[in-house]
Structure formats: structure tokens, C-alpha cells
């Protein structure tokens, strides 16, 4: 059984600061790609940021992009997001998700298993 656990949110001024991460378990982290995705009120889970098995290939939303970074340690089945110059519309809650390959997906169909979220505020 797959258990994907956030840990890292929370609230933030405008500028500043965030790292996210997700502990795997249940199936061989390295194997898989790895994604994170968001959810503002009101609006559609969207994508974020993915990495592939290896870690050697990674995407980004254009929203996020040079702000975001998407990294990964297969040794302790984790991947993290860290956030940078953040904006209030980052306000979302955000949702760390397991491939069903090992190649990147920018959609939520590509991801076999997800974790409970967690809220990042943006505000000052």
C-alpha cells in the first residue's frame, strides 16, 4: 500500500520562503516519477512541478518556473519543492503524487497515488 505523507506548509509573507516534502512508501520510490500539484478554492487541481525516476529531468509550470524547484532522494524515498519569491496567488492547497511510469506527467490521469495535501498561505 502507497502512503504519501506532505509536511513543510504553512504560511508565508509575499517574497518569501517554502520547502515542501513527501515521504514515500509502499513500492520502489525510484522507479517511479514524482509530481506536485496544487488546488486554490474554487478552481481546478492544477499541475506544478514533476521529476522523472532518475532525477535527472524535471518540469515546471510556467507559473512557477525560476521560482520552484523540484528535487528527490531515492536513498530516502523523498521529494521536495522548494519555493522562492512567492505570491499570494501560490495560495493553494498543494498535493505530492506518485507516477504510474517513470517518465513526467503534467496531468493529475499520470499519477497513480496522492497524498493528503498540504495548505500553503501567501499573505502579508
Known amino acids: 500500500q502507497v502512503q504519501l505523507v506532505e509536511s513543510g506548509g504553512g504560511l508565508v509573507q509575499p517574497g518569501g520562503s517554502l520547502r515542501l516534502s513527501c515521504a514515500a512508501s509502499?513500492?520502489?520510490?525510484?522507479?517511479?516519477?514524482m509530481g506536485w500539484f496544487r488546488q486554490a478554492p474554487g478552481k481546478e487541481r492544477e499541475f506544478v512541478a514533476a521529476?522523472?525516476?532518475?532525477?535527472?529531468?524535471?518540469s515546471y509550470a510556467d507559473s512557477v518556473k525560476g521560482r520552484f524547484t523540484i528535487s528527490r532522494d531515492n536513498a530516502k524515498n523523498t521529494v521536495s519543492l522548494q519555493m522562492n519569491s512567492m505570491k499570494p496567488e501560490d495560495t493553494a492547497v498543494y498535493y505530492c503524487?506518485?507516477?504510474?511510469?517513470?517518465?513526467?506527467?503534467?496531468?493529475?490521469?499520470?499519477?497513480?497515488?496522492w497524498g493528503q495535501g498540504t495548505q500553503v498561505t501567501v499573505s502579508s
Open positions: 503524487a506518485e507516477g504510474a511510469a517513470g517518465y513526467i506527467g503534467t496531468m493529475p490521469y499520470q499519477y497513480d497515488y
Open positions: 509502499g513500492r520502489t520510490f525510484s522507479t517511479y516519477a
Open positions: 521529476i522523472n525516476w532518475s532525477g535527472r529531468s524535471t
